[in-house]
């Protein structure tokens, strides 16, 4: 008896194996210290106090090499996984980037900025009044339906913005001239979404107010706006056109960027792609904002972002700038 269990002192202290075949060999009902607590009965009475204690002792012997080998598994395992280094720089995220529209407004917006106008913004929940009223258009007129419109109550008092000329009314009816500002902004037009119309998109409004403005001054700033964006050798040409808030009103059309006016798909073969809407601002817009029409004269021009985008990028659906594809998106990215 006394030499099994030295024999097995021997054994657990020189084992270097795996857990599982120590458990199998050692310990549980099956292993080596259970059959020699059983012997323990055979043992004679002035033996037993001694054996025991050495049974006793090896019991524990047993257990703290388990534990040992816990230890030692544990921690090859954790260096078979990462090794943490907490002095490595960070490994940097996927940044997210522009958006394709938001480029295209910062470029706009930049180019009004330089020459002196300044930021604006206005509600994309509007009121008839600024949106339609205080810009000439008479009530229950068919010009009204030029915009197909979202509106928010039975009344049709409040709307979403068709677009951002309320800006103009909204900053006119503060103050008094000069005012020289761009708004960009989201607009809503009650419209079916195709490859070339959307209910939701962009706008920037630019407005010059004071009192000597003339369409001369729209005309240069009109064409110093396009060469900015689009290249020194640009010529624009303006179309009479109409607007209730606008007398004369103009649409500006750009020589066609795509085929240096020889006729392509895009111009239709024209030579000429309209980018924008503009006019002299009517004086009874002057009026609903008590500005006094006698003395001040203003030139007011609005363009969709989308539309210059498509013609600057060469997109040919309105539609990918709302899906999000980041194929698409990818293609624009620009981090600031
Ligand atoms: N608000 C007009 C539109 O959305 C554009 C425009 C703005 C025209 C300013 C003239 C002057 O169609």
């Known amino acids: 008896m006394k030499k099994k269990i030295t024999t097995l002192t021997e054994a657990v202290k020189a084992y270097q194996g795996s857990i599982e075949a120590f458990k199998n060999r050692f310990t549980g009902r099956k292993g080596a210290l259970a059959g020699l607590f059983k012997s323990l009965k055979s043992v004679s009475a002035e033996e037993k106090q001694k054996v025991g204690k050495e049974l006793n002792a090896l019991k524990k012997l047993i257990s703290n090499k388990l534990e040992e080998l816990t230890k030692v598994e544990g921690a090859s395992a954790l260096s078979t996984r990462s090794v ?14 522009l958006h394709p529209l938001r480029v295209m407004e910062r470029k706009i917006v930049e180019i009004f900025k330089k020459i002196g106008f300044v930021v604006a913004e206005g509600n994309e929940i509007e009121h008839d009044f600024y949106n339609f009223s205080a810009l000439n258009f008479p009530k229950d007129h068919p010009a009204r339906d030029m915009q197909d419109t ?12 068709t677009h951002t000329s309320p800006v103009q009314i909204r900053m006119m009816s503060k103050g008094q001239p000069p005012f020289r500002m761009v708004a960009p902004g989201r607009v809503y037009r009650n419209e079916a979404i195709s490859a070339r119309t959307h209910c939701m998109f962009h706008q920037v409004e630019a407005f010059y ?9 729209l005309k240069g700033v009109l064409l110093h706006f396009i060469q900015s964006l689009f290249g020194s050798e640009q010529t624009m040409r303006l179309r009479p056109s109409f607007f209730p808030f606008t007398e004369p009103s103009v649409e500006v059309d750009m020589s066609c ?12 073969k024209s030579g000429w792609v309209e980018i924008l809407g503009a006019g002299m601002i009517d004086p009874n817009v002057f009026k609903a904002c008590e500005i ?15 539309r ?19 194929r698409f998106l990818r293609q624009f990215a620009t981090f600031h």
Do not use: H
């Open 84 to 97: 943490v280094d907490p002095t490595l720089p960070p490994r940097s995220g996927t940044l997210g980037s």
């Open 292 to 306: 006094d029409p006698t003395r001040y004269r203003g030139f007011a021009l609005g363009m969709g972002i989308e």
């Open 209 to 217: 107010v004071d009192k000597e403005v003339t369409i001369a001054d």
């Open 257 to 268: 960027v795509f085929c240096a006016q020889k006729g392509c798909n895009i111009c239709k």
């Open 308 to 326: 210059i985008s498509m013609l600057y990028y060469q997109i040919e659906d309105v539609r990918l700038f709302t899906e999000n594809d980041v």
């Open 150 to 161: 979202f509106f928010l109550d039975e009344k049709k008092e409040w709307l979403l913005r």
